[in-house]
């Protein structure tokens, strides 16, 4: 936004400055990767000026998802491995509403790994962010499925010995993936950069970000840390650009089409790289809460009109069989009337 | 008004075949599945409604898609009751059954009252395959051994007049047959063929007309029997769909606009029409990846703006319960439907059994209270939906409604309901909060707060599903917890301040009280006529309001000197050997009962897949008046 028009809203009393969307202090571990995340978050709301009451953030359970207790807009902290299902039934019929989702790798990955499948395929509008730490935090220490292979952990003591899952191939996979990106927490500016282009992006915005846990797992991204080389910065008009400084920290970058899903897919599957930025982008899958939008509202008295017409198909008028040629005739004591006149309620009997 | 043979404008009993008036008939239509004994059954009852009847259906159907043709497990197909009176249930025992095959009719003997009407299709006698011809014999030798009146029907021979290939019209030639027995008008008959198959082809109307007639004639030239069941006296409008079809529209009509759900037997209907329908009142029908995001799709909707509905039968309800418990703890409206079936695990699918009631009140997390509500009546199924989003989004919680497999599939008419605007849910109410409010504020009396729905300015909380104070902060305090769990729970006791006592059916004192819940209640009431009329001093009560339970129920309960539950769930058998009443499981409804109100009371019922019979819970009411402790099944 540029100054003039800040200027504007604030003299207005209209602009929502950094702490309109501040919400408790946050709790994680001094060093974790969440504090920067939501440091992005608060400037991006900022930036986008999101009104706080038609913004939701909506979790699952892991630290990650403590999140929408330290912003000040409404927030959906609710069950382990169900932040998507929850933020697609917030989504489905208001989108007026700024949906943002964050969630971990056990929760994304693992216990809610079902509904991450098919949140990806129903491609709703959304911005999710993913904090990898490849570890479960809050219940202390545990592998999780991103964990490196060999991981001792209190429940791998001997070493994790699954091969991790890749979550950028796995959502790369998914029909109707719309937007995978990765970025690391410990480089602010692309971190931003990318969260920005994945909420700007119409659908179902998936970002890994490499989260560092200082607690369990302190040196897992040491290598990317100390040798900035080793983190291949995926750059394009379409993705995100780096300026001249960062540009010479991260030598190593690469242009890539986020059009392209073949290279995205090289660059996520090969285990040597690293890859940072926007790995694919498509702008015309559909979005399912608009697939399923009707076009209008509807009052009471249309939905009694339509009632009434759906009655309609269903309705029995009784004809009228009064004095039926019947009544002349005598009643025959027949056999074949078997026992059936001993089950009349009080108000039953022969109408005779 | 002069009944005329529509065929040949002669009146019923020109031939000197007099029609038998009776007060009611129960009539079965079997067949293999996919040869339309459903389509004629269901026909056969609508022309029944229109013609002023009190009717009742039962679907038959196997436990599979495809079962083998010729099979006793196989028998798909409808049992019709009808009356001159309202029905409520599909009663004991079969008067007159129409089967395709003798094999189909052979698993269901034991239906049949001794001396019944058996119609039986013929052709079996001349198979090519010797074994067929031989099985249909000897079955035909049973029949008229065991005292049954069979009588053989050349179904396919003149269906064959009428079409090529008979085995898809035989079900109109029955139809066709059902309504020369019954003195139906054919007219009526006409019409429904003309809609049901309108749609798709003039030529398929015609031969299918042709089949009615051919059916009818042949009834008035071989038939030496006729019935006459005079009109209930219903006058008004009445709706004919099944109990699913009723929630369906009954969700419609509560201005819900979110239906969540996975598709499972026997809800899964409901949701089918619902597909086709909701649109037309603005309301999407989402078919999630699995149970618990139906659940939580739900709740996201709920907490959006308006109530939103899952439905679901008794698996997928176990599955959901996580998210009730959220939706409890975090108060989010929402409308669950669980279509009971058999259980536990995947039990039995498409059969009948009240075996959620305790999961529904007690399942999930902790203390989770939610109101639980049972629909006993197709009727109900409509309106107890417009109830629940109503108490759901009053008291902001989850609102369970039981159905079961007996109401899903029953069809039985009832008054065309007029629309209310009132019925509706408001619009999303997207208003300031005030200042200083909190998004807890629980009211001290009744546990009552106002809900902020995302969009309203000045409301920015995080709803959490850890525990938590008035403004929704996280919080673990001793203080804090035992007060909200305490305004949660003083909800329940709020709502059932303002619910009145249900109405005893009889007298208001006896010897003996019979308590149902849910599909059972038709059936139950008419064994209380029955013991009644024996000169027995039995009454029945019948709960809508599980939890919470309705007011003055103990008031109710002392001025019998006996009470038996009954219900479609196990209760341990007293004269099974180990059983003892210090170890004795008591039914779903039972443990409530008694441990709400100290009130010893026996509870009595089956888990035999099928709707409680009359008869069965005549028997078992007989036996404990007997004053024996000892059951039989």
Redesign the interface.
């Known amino acids: 936004m540029d100054l003039i028009d800040q200027f504007r809203r604030a003299n207005a009393g209209q602009f929502h400055p950094i702490e309109d969307y501040q919400?408790?202090d946050a709790r994680w571990c001094v060093g974790c990767g969440d504090h920067t995340i939501l440091t992005a978050l608060l400037r991006l709301c900022r930036d986008e000026q999101l009104p706080?009451?038609?913004t939701?953030?909506?979790s699952g359970?892991g630290c990650s998802s403590r999140m929408?207790?330290y912003?000040?807009?409404?927030?959906?902290?609710?069950?382990h491995g169900?932040a998507l299902?929850?933020?697609?039934?917030?989504?489905?019929?208001?989108p007026?509403?700024h949906v943002i989702v964050s969630t971990g790798d056990g929760d994304c990955c693992s216990i809610g790994a079902?509904?991450w499948?098919?949140a990806i395929r129903y491609n709703m509008n959304m911005t999710v962010l993913m904090h990898d730490n490849c570890v479960y935090g809050l219940t202390k220490m545990q592998a999780s499925p991103t964990s490196p292979q060999g991981l001792k952990s209190n429940t791998s003591p001997r070493g994790a010995v699954l091969a991790p899952l890749n979550p950028l191939i796995t959502a790369l996979s998914v029909s109707n993936a719309s937007f995978v990106a990765q970025a690391p927490d410990w480089i602010p500016d692309i971190l931003y950069s990318i969260i920005a282009q994945g909420f700007r992006h119409k659908g179902f915005s998936f970002i890994r970000i490499l989260q560092r846990c200082p607690n369990f797992l302190p040196d897992l991204f040491d290598p990317l840390l100390q040798d900035p080389t080793k983190t291949l910065v995926l750059t394009h008009p379409n993705g995100i650009q780096l300026d001249e400084s960062s540009a010479r920290i991260y030598r190593n970058h690469f242009a890539h089409d986020p059009a392209d899903m073949n290279r995205a897919r090289e660059l996520a599957s090969n285990p040597d790289i690293t890859p940072v930025g926007v790995l694919y982008r498509n702008e015309q899958v559909p979005c399912y809460e608009d697939l399923?939008r009707?076009g209008?509202?509807?009052t009471?008295?249309?939905?009694?009109h339509?009632?009434?017409?759906?009655?309609d198909k269903?309705?029995?008028?009784?004809?009228?069989?009064?004095?039926?040629?019947?009544d002349d005739?005598?009643?025959?004591a027949?056999?074949?009337?078997?026992?059936?006149?001993?089950?009349?309620?009080?108000?039953?009997?022969?109408?005779? | 008004?002069?009944?005329h043979n529509p065929l040949n404008g002669r009146?019923?009993?020109s031939d000197g075949k007099?029609?038998?008036?009776?007060?009611?008939?129960i009539v079965e239509v079997i067949s293999d599945s996919g040869e339309g004994a459903q389509k004629c059954a269901q026909s056969f009852a609508?022309v029944a409604?229109?013609?002023?009847n009190g009717v009742w259906t039962v679907e038959i159907i196997p436990a599979e898609i495809q079962p083998p043709a010729r099979s006793m497990a196989g028998a798909s197909g409808n049992r019709i009751r009808l009356?001159?009176?309202?029905v409520t249930n599909g009663?004991?025992q079969a008067?007159l059954v129409v089967a395709f095959n003798e094999q189909v009719l052979l698993g269901r003997l034991h239906e049949i009252?001794p001396?019944?009407?058996i119609l039986l299709e013929n052709k079996w006698a001349g198979d090519p395959d010797a074994g067929i011809a031989q099985s249909y014999l000897e079955v035909l030798q049973r029949l008229q051994r065991d005292g049954f009146?069979a009588h053989e029907v050349p179904m396919e021979e003149e269906c064959r007049k009428c079409v090529p290939d008979a085995r898809r019209g035989k079900n109109m030639f029955v139809l066709g047959l059902l309504n020369r027995i019954y003195?139906q008008?054919l007219e009526?008959s006409r019409q429904q063929v003309v809609q049901a198959f309108g749609k798709k082809a003039e030529k398929l109307v015609d031969s299918n007309l042709k089949l009615l007639e051919a059916g009818y004639r042949w009834a008035e030239d071989h038939l030496d029997?006729q019935?006459?069941i005079?009109?209930a006296?219903?006058?008004?409008?009445?709706?004919?769909?099944n109990g699913n079809?009723a929630l369906a529209?009954g969700i419609?009509?509560s201005?819900m606009?979110?239906c969540?759900m996975y598709p499972i037997t026997p809800a899964t209907s409901a949701s089918h029409y619902l597909s086709e329908?909701f649109?037309?009142?603005?309301g999407?029908v989402?078919q999630?990846?699995?149970e618990?995001?139906?659940c939580?799709?739900?709740?996201?909707?709920?907490?959006?703006?308006?109530c939103?509905v899952t439905i679901t039968s008794g698996p997928g309800y176990a599955l959901k319960q996580?998210?009730l418990g959220?939706a409890c703890m975090?108060e989010i409206p929402l409308v669950v439907v669980n279509v009971q079936r058999g259980g536990p695990s995947t039990g039995q699918p498409t059969k009948v059994e009240q075996g959620d009631l305790l999961s529904a009140c007690f399942g999930s997390q902790g203390d989770a209270p939610k109101v639980v509500l049972a629909a006993a009546s197709i009727e109900d199924c409509f309106h107890l939906m417009i109830a629940a989003r109503k108490i759901a989004e009053t008291y902001r919680l989850p609102v369970v409604v039981l159905s079961d497999a007996n109401l899903a599939t029953a069809q039985q008419?009832f008054p065309?309901?007029k629309?209310q605007?009132e019925w509706?849910a408001p619009p999303i109410d997207q208003s300031p909060v005030s200042e200083g409010a909190a998004p807890y504020d629980w009211d001290a009396r009744t546990g009552l707060s106002e809900r902020?729905i995302?969009?309203?300015?000045?409301?920015?909380?995080?709803?959490?599903?850890?525990a938590h104070d008035r403004n929704s902060?996280?919080a673990y305090g001793p203080e804090a917890n035992e007060e909200a769990i305490r305004h949660r729970s003083l909800k329940l006791v709020a709502l059932q301040h303002s619910l009145k006592p249900p109405r005893v059916h009889g007298a208001a004192q006896g010897e003996l009280l019979i308590v149902g819940w849910g599909s059972t209640r038709g059936a139950i009431?008419?064994a209380v006529?029955?013991l009644h009329?024996g000169g027995l001093a039995v009454s029945s009560l019948h709960l809508t309001f599980i939890q919470p339970l309705h007011g003055g129920l103990k008031e109710i309960l002392t001025k019998f000197t006996k009470v038996m539950v009954v219900e479609g769930n196990w209760s341990d058998r007293l004269d099974d050997e180990l059983v003892n009443e210090e170890n004795r499981r008591y039914s779903d409804l039972g443990w409530l009962l008694r441990a709400r109100f100290l009130i010893d009371m026996d509870c009595w019922g089956e888990v035999k897949g099928q709707p409680i019979k009359?008869g069965a819970i005549e028997a078992a009411a007989r036996l404990r008046l007997g004053k024996t402790d000892r059951q039989t099944a």
């Open positions: 919400g408790r706080p009451e038609k939701v953030f909506v359970i929408p207790h912003l000040k807009t409404y927030g959906f902290h609710g069950l169900r299902p929850v933020a697609e039934g917030i989504a489905i019929r208001r007026d509403l079902g509904h499948i098919h399923r009707l209008q509202s509807f009471p008295a249309m939905i009694g339509a009632l009434d017409k759906e009655f269903f309705t029995v008028q009784p004809q009228c069989h009064e004095g039926s040629a019947l005739l005598e009643l025959e027949c056999a074949l009337s078997g026992s059936n006149d001993r089950t009349v309620p009080a108000s039953g009997g022969l109408h005779r | 008004m002069t009944q009146a019923f009993s007099h029609p038998v008036e009776l007060s009611e008939h609508t409604a229109k013609m002023g009356g001159s009176h309202r009663g004991d008067d009252k001396g019944g009407i009146r003195g008008d009526i029997f019935f006459f005079p009109p006296g219903i006058t008004e409008p009445q709706i004919v769909v079809t529209l419609m009509a201005g606009e979110v969540a329908a649109e037309k009142v603005g999407l989402h999630a990846e699995d618990l995001a139906a939580c799709f739900a709740i996201g909707a709920s907490y959006a703006g308006k939103a996580e998210a959220l975090a008419p065309r309901p629309f605007e509706v902020f995302p969009g309203r300015p000045g409301g920015m909380h995080t709803l959490t599903g850890l902060c996280v009431e008419e006529d029955r009329a009359p």
